[in-house]
């Protein structure tokens, strides 16, 4: 089989299925802070107010609450009891709902990436693959964080929601492959990130139950937290006069019924408000509270506090690229497990599944048409015809062509960047975001280098029980006849250019970040920069996506800057 032909096959295939039956549920811990915003007074008085119940407002909050009055609010609901969150099963469930009281929010980058954003309470973490995995010492040392601190917040994140996952069989023919093709050295079981080939972490525990950011909560002080539900910040409040800069003393934020609320700062000069909206909604709450480009927000009659040219630039999403592996034997359903940590800059991660051609939203997941990945045709043209065009195809296929897996590569960095603007005025509308993926030549290089990786792996002693070898058979010629799966993008020079492969076939990962990047957007203490008394503390910040996937890193990050500002308090000689 030539690498042409994997790479032929390779374009990925719709929907890996993971049909795990589980267990039922998780159980809920019925938080007594917990309330829906409806029940909220119209005013009321914290030491800090969070905007953002997600990856990094939750442990955030946990932690603040351990010596302070602390407010958190989050636009959606609570995640327990909810089977589209807590079961693996569910992937593509909790993605494809996308009504109003769904958890996940589809947003259309202009790339044409089709993509989400949390809308829950524990937020990415309610939605994602759950690979867990820290970010490497070199990261840690670049950004500037204290090393020690760092350990023992990924330390406190883990006790609570990390788990060693399952290793079955075609994982490790991965694992062996990457190895086989020099992906060394071999690191075994770790969170840590290290060059080679390793077995991450996962939020799924061994029932196959996810346990998110909202369960970090657990560690709160009940009688200093009050959690709204159902709660979406309008706007941060500004105390201007009689000041050189701003400061940030309110918010206002909307129940369900559409009653507006407002909650203040406490005095006292330590007092803060941080938001943990994500890189999405925090530039855009920024954006809406007059913080940004100062043209852009007065084309949206916003009252300008600071002219903030960079609130909205640095967008990045890593891209994802995929090829198909079908498989001769049966595979288990799994996970992103393994991950290979090539020294150029690709992370290779698998999955892989077998009866994922249902017509169920329990049947299909990470690289279904019906989660908007179309990788078979160029972003631009995955129209909502294209995708419901893929999804009759693909229903009309025989299971036997889904059974494999996926081996897909995510770019480190990336270089490229992109930006956000407001669209209206309205919270719950999402902003408009570009991430010029592959703009810079130096993503694309690595791209290319990874699929040619990927292709090793295929061809690999280890993975030969995995693979055909003398392909096409009729099954899979007739899946390339008459379906979308594995035919190459309708570009004229696609089958002679890996570059075109990569640009053509790119999904996201969903590592989105940026927007109030660290040094532009807010200072290293993640001060927002030009007004006192607010921080934004979660992925908008970064300028990198940290290790091989984020949420560890931004779980991190939020208990990581809790225990900062209460140290700081301490030291400045305060009690309660
Ligand atoms: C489908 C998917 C799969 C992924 N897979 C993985 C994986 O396997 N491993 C991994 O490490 N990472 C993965 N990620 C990425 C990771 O989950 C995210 O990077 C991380 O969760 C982002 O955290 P955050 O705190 O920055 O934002 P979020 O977790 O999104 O938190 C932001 C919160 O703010 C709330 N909010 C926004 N605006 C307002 C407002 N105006 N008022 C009130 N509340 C508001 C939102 O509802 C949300 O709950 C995945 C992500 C997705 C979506
Ligand atoms: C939460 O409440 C439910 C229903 O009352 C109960 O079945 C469950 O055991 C409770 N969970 C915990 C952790 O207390
Ligand atoms: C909270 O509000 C949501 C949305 O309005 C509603 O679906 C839910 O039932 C409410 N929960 C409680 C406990 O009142
Ligand atoms: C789960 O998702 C399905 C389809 O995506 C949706 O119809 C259903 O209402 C969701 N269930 C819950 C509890 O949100
Ligand atoms: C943090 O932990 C990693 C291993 O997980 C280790 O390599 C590193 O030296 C530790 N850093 C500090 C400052 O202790
Ligand atoms: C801004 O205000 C002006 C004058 O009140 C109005 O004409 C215009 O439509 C408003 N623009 C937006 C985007 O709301
Ligand atoms: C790991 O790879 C990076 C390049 O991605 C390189 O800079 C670094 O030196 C390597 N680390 C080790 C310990 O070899
Ligand atoms: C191809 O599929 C059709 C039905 O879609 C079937 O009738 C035919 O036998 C298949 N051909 C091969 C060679 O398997
Ligand atoms: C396709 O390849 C031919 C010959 O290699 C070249 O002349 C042409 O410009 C290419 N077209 C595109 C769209 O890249
Ligand atoms: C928290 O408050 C208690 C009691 O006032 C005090 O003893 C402790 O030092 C404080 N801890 C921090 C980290 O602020």
Redesign the pocket.
């Known amino acids: 089989m030539s690498v042409e032909g994997w790479r032929l096959f390779g374009v990925a295939l719709a929907g890996i299925l993971f049909s795990l039956e589980f267990c039922s549920s998780q159980e809920d811990p019925n938080y007594t802070f917990m309330h829906n915003a409806t029940s909220a007074p119209t005013t009321a008085y914290y030491d800090y107010i969070i905007i953002g119940g997600g990856t990094a407002g939750c442990p955030l909050a946990a932690t603040l609450s351990q010596n302070y009055s602390v407010l958190l609010l989050e636009r959606g609901g609570s995640p327990y009891g909810n089977p589209n969150i807590t079961k693996l099963a569910s992937f593509g469930a909790a993605l494809s709902d996308q009504s109003p009281s769904s958890p996940s929010q589809r947003f259309i980058s202009e790339d044409g990436v089709i993509n989400y954003r949390a809308r829950v309470l524990g937020g990415g973490s309610c939605l994602n693959a759950g690979f867990y995995t820290r970010a490497g010492t070199q990261y840690v040392r670049n950004v500037g964080w204290d090393g020690r601190l760092v350990n023992e917040s990924y330390q406190w994140v883990e006790n609570m929601v990390a788990f060693e996952p399952p290793m079955l069989q075609w994982q490790s023919a991965v694992r062996d492959g990457l190895l086989e093709v020099g992906v060394l050295p071999f690191n075994g079981f770790t969170y840590d990130h290290i060059n080679g080939t390793k077995i991450g972490g996962t939020i799924f525990d061994k029932d196959g139950i996810r346990h998110t950011a909202a369960d970090l909560l657990k560690y709160a002080n009940p009688s200093g937290l009050t959690v709204l539900l159902h709660a979406t910040v309008r706007r941060v409040l500004f105390r201007t006069k009689g000041r050189t800069r701003p400061l940030a003393h309110g918010v206002v934020f909307r129940d369900t019924s559409g009653v507006k609320h407002k909650a203040y700062l406490n005095d006292g000069p330590k007092n803060e408000i941080i938001i943990s909206a994500g890189a999405l909604g925090s530039p855009q709450l920024l954006m809406l509270s007059g913080i940004g480009p100062a043209d852009h927000l007065k084309?949206?009659?916003i009252s300008v506090k600071v002219d903030q040219p960079l609130v909205g630039q640095g967008m990045s999403d890593n891209p994802m690229n995929a090829i198909f592996v079908p498989s001769p034997v049966p595979v288990e359903v799994s996970l992103i497990q393994v991950v290979g940590i090539t020294e150029y800059g690709s992370y290779i991660e698998a999955a892989s599944g077998e009866n994922f051609a249902g017509s169920s939203p329990q049947d299909y997941g990470m690289f279904s048409p019906k989660v908007g990945q179309l990788p078979t045709v160029p972003p631009r043209d995955r129209t909502p015809e294209a995708l419901a065009k893929a999804v009759k195809q693909m229903e009309a296929l025989d299971k036997a062509a889904f059974r494999g897996g996926f081996i897909l590569e995510k770019i480190r960095g990336p270089l490229s960047t992109g930006h956000l603007e407001l669209r209206t005025?309205n919270p719950n509308h999402n902003p408009s975001v570009t991430f010029n993926y592959f703009q810079d030549p130096r993503d694309l290089e690595i791209c290319v280098q990874g699929l040619g990786t990927i292709e090793k792996i295929i061809e690999s002693k280890s993975f030969s029980q995995f693979r055909y070898d003398n392909l096409p058979l009729p099954v899979l010629l007739n899946m390339t006849a008459n379906s979308p799966i594995n035919l190459l993008p309708k570009h004229k020079n696609v089958s002679t250019s890996l570059e075109q492969f990569c640009k053509d076939t790119v999904m996201t990962i969903w590592h989105y970040h940026g927007g109030c990047q660290v040094g532009r957007v807010v200072d290293a203490d993640y001060y927002v920069l030009g007004v006192d008394a607010l921080r934004v503390i979660d992925g908008s910040t970064f300028s990198y996506s940290p290790g091989t996937n984020p949420q560890a890193t931004v779980m991190m990050l939020g208990r990581y800057m809790g225990v900062k500002i209460l140290n700081e308090r301490l030291a400045a000689g305060e009690s309660n």
């Open positions: 084309a949206y009659n005025r």
